[in-house]
């Protein structure tokens, strides 16, 4: 664990790795979204209200919130109070969201113990006096077969880990298997009386966005095998807990790439729309690339839409060429 190694890790298994075959799936599927750089803005709004519901539910479902899914998002889209559950679990759905919301900005810049305290705060506003401030007495971890560092010394493993997320040994790893480490090692700190879970989610996908990736979600059903991977990880085997963020990224990936495949379903490539007009791929990606028809850039590749560029041709058609002539004088 980072704070008793003073900055390193005791391995048990080697080198901290994912399961090569998930490894090379999430490459794949991550260069498969690149391609479709710049996303479209209106499926980041709709994912993001999407993720933000769900990412809020599942957060606050493993730590023993009661609301469902589809009460959560009542909570959040008409501000319902739900009958037969506390105010405090109202609340924890409108700090997280909130907190949630800040994730894009806060990518923005390193992480530091500021983003650390900044998160609490929120997650914890109305609910916890100690919202945005580090514990101050000793915790134990259910389960857990170490204790977590003394108070006192909390402000110096923070910034060890905080180095940490930019050292020669963090950046050797994959961005997935840089991110479990980084999020077991801030969830052993405890840095916390309570709220550490929550904000520890949601820097590890400040972490994910840095890298380029989709937010992922850790799901509610995988509570127990979630709470076992952080405990193995804790006697050196992390094995467990990257495979399961890598899951967790996988499938964020996979919504991400379908959401861009089915409102992008009907493009076509300049390759497949050149012989429908009888013309070269060359010229109609000049013509793409100079604006003359709506056209998206994947990879290296040019895609529109059949009616776009039979558009453009048409009014190009339709437009005298050349100078006009002017009329003979009368005489």
Not at 65 to 71: D, G, Q, R, S, V
Not at 219 to 230: E, F, G, N, V
Not at 258 to 283: G, N, R, W
Request: proline letters at 5%; hydrophobic letters at 40%; glycine letters at 6%.
């Amino acid at each position: 664990m980072l704070y008793q190694m003073k900055g390193t890790h005791e391995i048990v298994n080697g080198t901290p790795q994912m399961n090569p075959r998930l490894k090379r799936r999430i490459a794949e599927k991550k260069k498969q979204l690149d391609s479709y750089r710049p996303l479209d803005l209106g499926i980041v709004r709709r994912l993001h209200e999407d993720f933000r519901v769900e990412a809020t539910y599942h957060s606050n479902a493993i730590e023993g919130n009661t609301l469902t899914l589809a009460e959560t998002e009542m909570v959040l889209e008409y501000g319902l109070t739900i009958g037969g559950h506390p105010l405090r679990e109202h609340l924890e759905v409108t700090n997280h969201a909130k907190a949630y919301d800040t994730l894009e900005r806060l990518a923005n810049t390193s992480i530091d113990l500021e983003t650390v305290l900044f998160l609490h705060r929120l997650v914890k506003a109305q609910i916890d006096e100690d919202a945005g401030q580090l514990r101050t007495g000793s915790v134990h971890i259910r389960g857990a077969s170490f204790t977590p560092p003394p108070a006192k010394d909390l402000p110096l493993y923070l910034a060890q880990w905080t180095r940490w997320l930019h050292s020669d040994q963090a950046l050797s790893y994959d961005p997935v298997t840089r991110v479990a480490v980084a999020h077991h090692d801030f969830e052993s700190l405890h840095p916390f009386f309570d709220g550490n879970g929550r904000v520890g989610r949601l820097l590890l996908n400040i972490m994910l966005l840095q890298d380029g990736y989709p937010p992922a979600l850790i799901l509610r059903d995988w509570r127990q095998r979630y709470i076992q991977a952080l405990q193995q990880a804790s006697a050196g085997d992390y094995q467990a807990i990257i495979d399961l963020v890598g899951l967790a990224v996988e499938l964020s990936l996979d919504r991400y790439l379908q959401a861009c495949q089915e409102a992008t379903a009907h493009l076509l490539s300049m390759k497949e729309l050149a012989p429908i007009f009888e013309t070269t791929v060359d010229y109609l990606g000049q013509l793409a690339r100079s604006g003359k028809f709506a056209a998206q850039k994947r990879g290296l590749y040019w895609y529109a839409r059949v009616e776009d560029v039979a558009r453009y041709f048409h009014e190009a058609q339709a437009q005298p060429r050349g100078r006009p002539r002017e009329k003979r004088r009368q005489e």
